[in-house]
């Protein structure tokens, strides 16, 4: 029972640190990187509260390196799927009924653990698992996530105060339910954050969450579990599972009181979700909310007035940092043939400056991709470029998987703006280049918007406010996140709400209100004061 309005901390962006040699921070995770690398873990399934083994294990190991085994996980038969909805289900009574500051404290209780004495152990374990440069980790692991549990608060808040307006006579108020059910959260490799982030928004709302994390960033979701945990999460509220996705999805997806999923990962797979939910929708209590972030294949454009070193600088960050594996990330670009030349001798030089190996080795600015199939794949295309007449490899092309999957940062350059480089996403180190006409500027633009199926993220460079006008008209729904003279990347919870439309998603801004307002089913409450005794109206005379 509410006993008062209370005022929650403003929410603050999380300074990043910036593990500079001879630094505490970097001292700190080093030790805790080489402390976990050194033992190994096995992840239960985690249900109603309970650390629940099967005996069916997969390996964890780093992609950096990838004969050394960080530990075992377990995977989930049918039945512990049924459970983990039957407990979130009888779990949901409580939670739902709970207090929002409540709630509230939970999570904001989180962030500070993430803070302090989790923030080398979720960043080593990033690192380990998900082969990201400290850097990487820390704006990840560490001060999204931080960001993404504070900032949420905070507009759980501010959605509560909006109400409607009243009268003398009759007092009208909003009750923000969460949704009736349990909310399905499957998770990604890439970012630690998203993979906390999407079941917490909607257990923040008062939701139960059944949790699906990627198998490849399991290691990483033992922690977040154990925060989640210590933070005072309740039994039941928010359950991890892991195994077969097909039959995870099919089981959930198959319960009358399914209400939601929260997804992030690829088209193909949301695409097939969303069909799945609709053969079912007839045996559902509700209209389930849909919501998901999924491919992309993000764009630079550079005008003719565009600084050269700018332009090469946003390539080199924005297509290879984390390898390139960012839904975010630089892909394919398009670049004025007058600026071209100074824009490749630049990109040549910052990519044969560029050192590649183990996250532990903190010079490093890039490390493995993911896994094997992803590097077979991103091989394929390399090697083709290679035999292809209409495509060069400019820089980088070359690649090694005997200790840990390495791909170099790869620049391909096309004559064909529609070669299969420039519109396929592809999620590594390689991006792709079409040079154009000075005097193609709206041409090329039009190209930009209709080479893709996606559109997440995107970025213009020019000196010239009429062709940044001109572009920014151009391509309003070609990204969703739309960056001018900065690379297509980094998006900051409370500053650039996150998401795409097109095949990228449902553009439900991760990062803003928007997405909580997906988690809640509000109901109108009105209450007369003098209740009328007389049916007649003063029309009727």
């Not at 929410?11 to 001879?22: H, L, Q, R, S, T």
């Not at 820390?138 to 307006?165: G, H, S």
């Not at 007839?282 to 700018?310: C, L, M, S, W």
């Amino acid at each position: 029972m509410g006993k008062g309005f209370f005022e929650v901390p403003i929410a603050v962006n999380e300074p990043v640190k910036d593990y500079a040699p001879g630094s505490p921070e970097r001292a700190t995770v080093s030790a805790t990187y080489t402390e976990m690398y050194n033992s190994t873990i096995d992840v239960p399934l985690y249900i109603n509260g309970k650390n629940v083994t099967t005996g069916d294990t997969g390996t964890m190991s780093p992609p950096h390196d990838h004969k050394h085994i960080l530990g075992t996980y377990h995977k989930a038969e049918k039945k512990h799927i049924t459970e983990a909805i039957d407990t979130a289900l009888e779990a949901r009574t409580k939670w739902a009924e709970m207090p929002w500051e409540q709630r509230a404290g939970i999570f904001l209780r989180a962030a500070e653990l993430i803070a302090g004495p989790y923030r080398a152990k979720i960043n080593a374990a990033t690192m380990l698992g998900q082969s990201k440069s400290i850097y990487q980790a820390e704006i990840d692991a560490a001060c999204e996530l931080i960001d993404f549990l504070r900032f949420n608060v905070q507009y759980m808040t501010e959605i509560y105060k909006e109400q409607p307006a009243s009268t003398s006579g009759a007092w009208n108020r909003l009750e923000y339910r969460p949704l009736e059910g349990f909310i399905y959260a499957i998770t990604p490799f890439n970012f630690t954050a998203i993979a906390a982030n999407l079941p917490a928004s909607a257990a923040l709302m008062g939701n139960v969450v059944v949790w699906k994390p990627s198998d490849s960033q399991v290691y990483s979701a033992k922690i977040i579990l154990d925060i989640f945990k210590e933070a005072g999460v309740p039994a039941g509220v928010i359950n991890m599972v892991m195994g077969d996705p097909v039959m995870i999805t099919d089981t959930v997806l198959a319960s009358p009181d399914f209400s939601g999923v929260h997804f992030t990962g690829s088209t193909h797979v949301f695409k097939d979700i969303w069909q799945k939910i609709g053969t079912n929708i007839h045996n559902y209590k509700t209209y389930p909310r849909i919501v998901g972030e999924t491919g992309g294949k993000d764009f630079i454009v550079a005008h003719k007035t565009a600084n050269p070193i700018q332009v090469a600088t946003g390539i080199v960050r924005g297509a290879f940092e984390f390898q390139g594996q960012k839904c975010s990330a630089a892909s394919r670009c398009y670049i004025s043939k007058s600026i071209w030349s100074d824009v490749k001798a630049q990109l040549i030089k910052d990519i044969d400056s560029l050192k590649m190996g183990s996250p532990e080795d903190m010079s490093n600015f890039i490390t493995a991709v993911i896994h094997e199939g992803s590097f077979d794949k991103l091989a394929s295309y390399i090697d083709a470029a290679k035999k292809d007449t209409n495509a060069e490899i400019i820089a980088g092309g070359n690649y090694d998987k005997s200790v840990g999957y390495f791909i170099e940062p790869t620049v391909i350059v096309t004559e064909d703006p529609k070669y299969k480089t420039m519109s396929t996403e592809l999620f590594g180190p390689v991006v792709t280049i079409y040079v154009f006409d000075d005097s193609k500027w709206e041409e090329t633009l039009q190209l930009v918007d209709g080479t893709s199926e996606y559109a997440l993220t995107g970025a213009v460079f020019s000196e010239d406010r009429y062709a940044l006008e001109v572009a920014i008209k151009a391509l309003q729904n070609a990204a969703g996140n739309f960056y001018v003279n900065d690379k297509p990347t980094g998006a900051v919870v409370g500053q650039q709400p996150f998401g795409g439309a097109r095949a990228s998603g449902t553009n439900d801004k991760a990062g803003s209100k928007l997405n909580l307002y997906r988690w809640i089913s509000p109901r109108m409450i009105k209450e007369t004061f003098v209740t009328p005794t007389d049916y007649r109206y003063p029309f009727l005379g």
